[in-house]
């Protein structure tokens, strides 16, 4: 659907110190258990009472044991209270060992705090095919009530190769009632449209009829983590969660309601500004890249055609090198998959026209390398006049960096 950005900005406030716990009821936090050296490794997040679930798991076929227990709780009731997060360790390629700490993993945190164990979400990032240290976990567990709580914490814990935490908080009115939506993620590398090495924990205060949030959170993961990559590598942990507990007090939202796009705008939002700041972490990455395709004919179109453009090796080292490359973008579009007539194709860079109804126009290289050198965020604009269809990808450049830490990933 794509978001109107000014509409947006009239209707949805924006929270800059908002965070996961801004919705009513909603507490976090994270501390050291021992599978990482000194950094935060295990977080939490609860509800004061069981919240509808939503969730979208990873592509991979091969699935950690975590995906497979938050299916299973979710599937009981759909609804989850808490949700328990390690990371320095995958928990995938275990078998049944792994499966088995898993369900550990949801067993003593729900007894920790007072939940039904089909209440629990269990996720975990980091190394795959190594048994989690299971004790570490459960010590960990036990130590909760004994640390400060905080947000910042949590999201300091579920950070694998992550350079940033991230978060993002927006609030609207519906019905009167204030609601918010609160987020946050990790992802750096081994991330790829249709999910990858990214978890995002989303919450909201909102009262939303679960059928109708799974719907929803479908529909905005489309538009928004599924339109991001770093390196084109789809990861067997990955999972959006969203929880709404009601505590807003809303009248229940369903797709009838007629503040149901106006919610929709506000969780697409969240996931747009978490989704790009995973793409701007991307392992080594010096640059956020945009493209944006307008005038497809049809938008899963314009959505290969972004794709392709961000996913390009090419494209990304030349961004990386400021180089204003358009043989590369052009090249990106034409292998895309997409059938369209090449002699319509025009071609910027920032507010650059370096390509126009298929051939190359005369333009100063050296105010567009500058803008490339500049800028943090380098906005690729493809038109095709083909039609009324659009879409947005993000991703990053390619570094040396990257391939120095992919390097000596496990080391």
Known sequence: MGINQKEILQEIKILDGGHICTPK?????????????????????????????AAVY?????????????RES??????????????????????????????????????????????VAVSSTGVIGEQLPINKVLDGINMIGKVEESAANFEKAILTTDTTQKRACVQLEIDGKMITIGGAAKGSGMIHPNM????????????????????????????T??????????????????????????????????AWLHFIQGLETVCQLLAKEIAKDGEGATK???????????????????????????????????????????????YSGVDFDTENISVFI?????????????????????????????????????GESSAIAWGCDLTYDYVKINASYRT
């Open 25 to 53: 009821g909603f507490f976090a936090g994270g501390l050291h258990c021992g599978l990482k050296r000194k950094k935060h490794d295990l977080g939490w997040l609860y509800s004061i009472v069981p919240a509808n679930a």
């Open 288 to 334: 956020l890249i945009e493209a944006k395709v307008i005038g497809a004919a049809g938008e899963e179109d314009a959505k290969k055609l972004a794709k392709s453009v961000i996913g390009s090796n090419l494209v990304k080292s030349a961004v990386f090198g400021t180089d204003p490359n358009w043989g590369r973008i052009v090249c990106a579009l034409g």
């Open 196 to 223: 990858a090495t990214m978890l995002a924990f989303i919450t909201t205060d909102a009262n939303v009829e679960q059928e109708a949030l799974q719907s929803a959170l479908k529909t905005v993961v489309d538009e």
């Open 350 to 386: 920032g507010p650059y026209q370096l390509f126009a109804n298929g051939l190359p126009v005369l333009f100063e290289e050296s105010e567009v390398k500058t803008y490339m050198e500049e800028n943090n965020e380098i906005q690729i604009l493809v038109e095709l006049h083909e």
């Open 74 to 119: 979710i599937e009981v009731d759909k609804q989850i209270q808490g949700v328990i997060v390690n990371s320095g360790n995958a928990n995938a390629c275990t078998g049944e060992e792994g499966y088995r700490h898993a369900l550990l993993m949801r067993h003593y945190f729900a007894k920790k705090m007072n939940m039904k164990e089909e209440h």
């Open 225 to 258: 983590f599924n339109m991001i990559t770093v390196d084109g590598d789809t990861s067997t942990n990955d999972m959006v969660l969203l929880l709404a507990n009601g505590l807003a007090k809303n009248t229940m939202l369903t797709p009838n309601s007629p």
């Open 58 to 70: 990873t592509t991979n076929l091969i699935q950690a044991a975590p995906i497979l227990v938050t």
